[in-house]
């Protein structure tokens, strides 16, 4: 079964460097979203990206934030100046039809 | 008031049992809605889509009130492995983002 893929799993850095976190998506897949789990919260939605554009942005991402489709297969979340609030996990999702979002396993990410 | 609300739990059964969760969301213009699974520190997974007339997945019944804004999971026979946090999740209208709940927890024991 097809699955989203994300790399690293894991991802630590210090205050103020910049960090990309990389997602493969299900191949036939047309929707790709980022979300982001802070340890004990709720998942929380940051972006969707359809026709290589960003459709829907939340108050969360900000001027910090932005998102790339380099290529066909992977799509990309940059965190420019990484805060200390930007530790959470951060899940990668892909749609076929912009409904039913399937998640990819995460990256976690640690800044200090 | 928030956007979709859980009782957190935890929800502790012994293997076999029927087991309910209850979700209410406030936002009237939600037109999809899922109950997804998530075990600890890993993604969530789609469990069911929830239509309007109810729907049934194996063990696993969800159903749906508009009028109510509620949205419910009936879990049969319970499993170990239904061990996980059941998260309820809603789509407004004419928007991409999925809106989640902060989950129920459930716990089976042998």
């Known amino acids: 079964e097809p699955e989203v893929t994300q790399t690293p799993s894991h991802q630590v850095t210090q205050m103020g460097q910049e960090v990309i976190l990389r997602c493969v998506p299900i191949s036939n897949h047309l929707y790709f979203y980022w979300y982001r789990q802070i340890l004990g919260q709720k998942v929380e939605f940051l972006v969707s990206?359809?026709?290589?554009?960003?459709?829907?942005k939340s108050e969360i991402f900000d001027d910090q934030f932005s998102v790339e489709r380099p290529d066909g297969s992977n799509f990309t979340l940059k965190i420019r100046s990484t805060k200390l609030e930007d530790s959470a996990m951060y899940f990668c999702?892909?749609?076929?039809?912009?409904?039913?979002?399937?998640f990819g396993p995460g990256t976690r990410l640690t800044v200090l | 008031r928030k956007e979709v609300e859980q009782d957190p739990g935890p929800f502790n059964v012994p293997e076999g049992a029927t087991v309910a969760f209850n979700c209410t969301y406030s936002n009237s213009a939600s037109q999809s809605f899922f109950w997804y699974r998530q075990d600890c520190r890993k993604e969530p997974k789609l469990l069911m889509s929830?239509?309007?007339s109810g729907n049934e997945d194996g063990r696993f019944t969800a159903q749906l009130n508009r009028a109510s804004q509620y949205i419910s999971l009936l879990i049969r026979d319970s499993k170990l492995s239904d061990s996980a946090t059941y998260l309820c999740v809603v789509n407004l209208y004419n928007t991409d983002k999925l809106i989640f709940g902060t989950g129920t927890r459930l716990q089976v024991f042998p």
């Open positions: 990206f359809y026709n290589n554009e960003i459709s829907e």
């Open positions: 929830v239509y309007s």
């Open positions: 999702a892909s749609s076929p039809e912009g409904l039913a979002q399937f």
